[in-house]
């Protein structure tokens, strides 16, 4: 470095690793460069310059062989590495104390000024490398006039700073441990924008295209370098108070580093998640320390798994802990309002369902769980959160699974549905199956090889079954009893260690003339594979006690959330394929519990909630099954039947599907109910017999003496019989075959009138521009000549088309123009085939069920599709 005096001038040049940094003297920085958030630092550095040049004095001290231009580089530079320690490690200062009068630190600048930045992993970026001079011709070399830049897509690896294409200056990987020092530079004559990174040896320079990129080059190597270094020293610790003050360290860098990404926070919970994985023997103290010092990093972020499990074992060891609601309650209400699904995951489920059980195992027991899916909830009437109910039922659903474990374990070596069935042919080919917890007063009678015969079902010749453990007495009627049982004797197999009994089919007669039942290789449904008749309250399912309060604590669970109304309707489709295990709803305990849950649904007005009590397709077996007399859950000679029939008839007890499905498979609880005077019941029979379901006339004749053998029944049979003679009356041939009613007229005015003669040829009725609504449709389905039906401009709406599609299938032409109707109702009338002509003009129809309709109506000829979604 030289002097050289011009006049009253004068400059400080430098020759080095800066390479032609020239500052001058008593010049004012400009505007924009004050505006600059690292501005004010560097003026200082001007300052100090001028009084150093104005002295004649040298303003550094060289280190040997003209390297000792670094001095001048670390103090004109912005110095922004944070002195922080490292397991008591503290970072060098500056040598001379002059020059380092005003030092910049990246905490201060950013954020000061709030820029942030992503995390780079790689990029495109002109590399320098500059070795420190020895000699005075190397130090030529060096300079500014003769260096070059070689473009390089570099890479931020976890240890490491590597080149695409290893050539160069970057032949080998430059390693985060051999960097000394980054720098960020910068120079008043020249836009470059570099980063410096001082290796022993040299120096690394990196030039970016503007000075965002190059402070987003500068964040992230310096994330990288100094999340290496905590990896590394924090692998093999000596000292637990250093680690912790380290960890706190760790902490507040993520915390309040720029960079905006999700390994910043990630990246430290890994490390001491890592750490606690290799260091078990912690006590307890320490790992209450540990998860203080890292709850801020927890605020925004899911802990990883590893993390996780050292949390359920806190959890687990103690659950009275203040840690566990101070700092796991923000971290589990935001893995409930946040995750999208526990199956990446599992072991933040696990973490969860380990929370509540501590909370569980508090003084207050489940008044604090109570609470906390109440603050899970909000205080308003609508919960803000739409994943936290799922979340919560899938935490339940796989505690509850986790309490039958066992005995699901034993089931798999045990003979398969099939073989049950079967008579388990192939008993001896299978491995021993385990022992179950089953409590039985009696010991099993009948072999395991027994066939069983089912109704209906041809079998070949088999040795005589043994006598049923407690056969069940038919109803006593006071006519001659039918040839169809109404509660046959059960038929019992044992299986290895479970006892099971399958029901015969209620109405065999119906079965075999709908063609009987389906082949001997499907599988039983669930209800045949439990335990269908009331005879079989011997089996139990013992649990252990950790199990027990498992259990208890999540169905009191179910049961609060059934009791959110804006929770319902997704609880209630979330349970309706019944997802437990077989075990489960063999556990007289468990179904005791999930009776209320039930209940709710079944008081619940809504349609969307009642109708998820109905199996989830046909084929299955739904809550409704479950839960009716003869069913495995039933404990209360079907007062909760009566009350899912009862709401059910709001939305389907008309149509033909669900009143066949209660014939061919609760004929004989609905008898029974009746019987004691359950009104539902009777209404129930009597449109059984209004319909023509039964077609059997033994009976047809049990169902009336069952009517008339109380006071209600006895009364809706009497009008059923009056219904039957005006409705022979009505379909008496003769009378109009057209048909309009006057604008303005009501459904009152329509039954009136259809009641005041005989509309036995009636084929074309106009009921355009009326009032009429969906419940005309009881008066229409008895027109049985109707081929053409105007409903223009009416509030004829999905109920009323839903029942048009069972009753009229000869229906030719429907006009639908600017009613209410929606998709529900016009899928319906698929099944309607004779239709030719269909106006739904002016509704609310979609495309996709158009298509749908085009692809089932294969006569279908005229359709009026304007001022719809599928025009």
Request: proline share 8%.
């Amino acid at each position: 470095m030289f002097f050289v005096r011009r006049g009253r001038r004068s400059r400080v040049r430098e020759e080095g690793v800066g390479g032609g940094v020239s500052v001058r003297p008593r010049q004012t920085v400009k505007a924009k460069d004050t505006a600059h958030p690292l501005a004010s630092p560097l003026t200082s550095c001007h300052r100090t310059l001028t009084a150093a040049s104005t002295d004649g004095r040298s303003c550094y001290s060289g280190r040997g062989g003209g390297g000792g231009a670094n001095e001048l580089h670390n103090n004109q530079f912005y110095q922004c590495e944070e002195n922080k320690p490292l397991l008591g490690e503290m970072s060098e200062g500056n040598n001379n104390s002059k020059l380092s009068a005003g030092p910049c630190k990246r905490s201060l600048h950013h954020c000061s000024s709030g820029m942030r930045y992503k995390l780079l992993h790689e990029g495109d970026i002109q590399v320098c490398v500059v070795k420190h001079p020895r000699t005075f011709l190397s130090k030529i070399l060096t300079s500014k006039f003769l260096r070059r830049w070689e473009p390089h897509h570099l890479a931020l690896t976890d240890s490491s700073l590597s080149s695409a294409t290893p050539t160069g200056y970057m032949e080998t990987s430059l390693s985060y441990s051999s960097i000394e020092d980054l720098q960020l530079l910068s120079w008043d004559n020249a836009p470059k924008y570099c980063v410096q990174l001082s290796f022993p040896g040299g120096t690394v320079l990196l030039q970016a295209a503007n000075s965002y990129l190059r402070d987003q080059w500068f964040h992230s190597l310096q994330w990288k370098k100094k999340i290496y270094k905590y990896r590394k020293v924090l692998n093999n610790p000596s000292r637990w108070d250093v680690v912790l003050k380290e960890i706190k360290t760790l902490v507040d860098m993520a915390l309040s580093s720029p960079l905006q990404d999700e390994s910043i926070h990630q990246a430290p919970l890994h490390i001491i998640s890592t750490l606690l994985a290799e260091n078990s023997n912690l006590s307890t103290q320490d790992h209450e320390n540990i998860i203080v010092a890292i709850a801020p990093l927890l605020e925004n972020n899911h802990p990883p798994p590893d993390l996780c499990e050292f949390f359920c074992k806190h959890c687990r060891e103690r659950p009275r802990s203040m840690v566990v609601i101070e700092v796991f309650t923000p971290v589990v209400q935001r893995i409930l309002k946040h995750n999208m699904d526990f199956g990446k995951c599992p072991r933040l489920r696990l973490f969860t369902q380990e929370y509540i059980l501590a909370l569980n195992e508090l003084n207050a027991g489940m008044e604090v769980v109570k609470k906390f899916v109440h603050s899970m909830h909000g205080p308003t009437g609508q919960c803000p959160h739409p994943r936290v109910l799922p979340n919560l039922v899938a935490v339940c659903l796989a505690a509850i699974y986790s309490c039958y474990e066992e005995f699901i374990n034993s089931r798999d070596n045990s003979p398969s549905l099939k073989e049950i069935r079967n008579g388990c042919q192939q008993q001896n080919e299978r491995k021993p199956p385990m022992p179950l917890r089953l409590l039985r007063p009696e010991p099993p009678t009948p072999p395991s090889s027994t066939l069983l015969p089912l109704s209906g079902t041809p079998s070949p010749p088999q040795p005589p079954p043994p006598a049923p453990l407690n056969p069940t007495p038919s109803i006593p009627m006071s006519f001659p009893t039918p040839s169809l049982p109404l509660s046959p004797p059960p038929s019992v197999v044992n299986s290895s260690e479970i006892l099971v009994e399958l029901e015969r089919n209620n109405n065999s007669a119906n079965t075999r003339q709908k063609g009987g039942p389906s082949g001997g290789d499907s599988e039983p449904n669930l209800i045949d594979c439990l335990l269908v008749s009331p005879a079989v309250n011997t089996l139990s399912i013992q649990l252990p006690a950790q199990a027990d309060r498992v259990l208890g604590c999540f169905a009191l669970i179910l049961k609060m959330l059934s009791d959110y109304d804006d929770w319902r309707p997704a609880l209630a489709s979330l349970l309706q394929p019944i997802p437990f295990p077989k075990e489960a709803l063999a556990h007289a305990k468990f179904t005791k519990e999930l009776k209320y849950v039930i209940q709710r649904f079944a008081e619940d007005p809504r349609q969307e909630v009642h109708s998820c009590l109905l199996s989830v397709r046909s084929g299955k077996d739904g809550w409704f099954q479950l839960y009716s007399p003869g069913g495995v859950a039933c404990d209360d000679d079907g007062e909760l039947f009566a009350s899912m029939v009862h709401i059910l008839m709001g939305s389907c007890y008309k149509t033909k599907k669900f009143l066949l499905s209660l014939a061919e498979n609760k004929l004989g609880p609905c008898m029974l109910l009746a019987l004691r005077g359950n009104q539902t019941m009777v209404e129930i029979l009597c449109l059984m017999l209004e319909y023509n379901i039964i077609e059997n006339k033994d009976t047809q004749l049990q169902i009336i003496s069952t009517l008339e053998s109380t006071q209600v029944g006895l009364r809706m049979y009497e009008q059923l019989c009056d219904r039957q003679r005006e409705l022979k009356e009505l379909q008496r041939k003769g009378g109009p075959t057209r048909l309009t009613l006057p604008s303005k007229s009501t459904d009152a005015d329509l039954a009136r009138l259809l009641s005041s003669g005989s509309f036995g040829n009636l084929e074309n009725l106009s009921l355009a521009f009326t009032n009429v609504t969906s419940a005309c449709a009881e008066q229409l389905i008895k027109l049985p000549s109707l081929k053409q039906l105007n409903l223009w401009s009416t509030q004829f709406g999905d109920s009323g088309l839903r029942l048009l599609s069972e009753h009229l299938a000869c229906l030719q032409v429907l006009n639908l123009c600017e009613t209410p109707v929606t998709d529900a109702g016009l899928l319906a009338l698929s099944s309607m085939k004779s239709l030719c002509s269909l106006n739904m003009n002016s509704t609310k129809l979609t495309a996709d069920t158009y298509e749908d309709l085009k692809a089932k109506l294969p006569n279908l000829k005229d359709v009026d599709v304007r001022y719809t979604e599928a025009w």
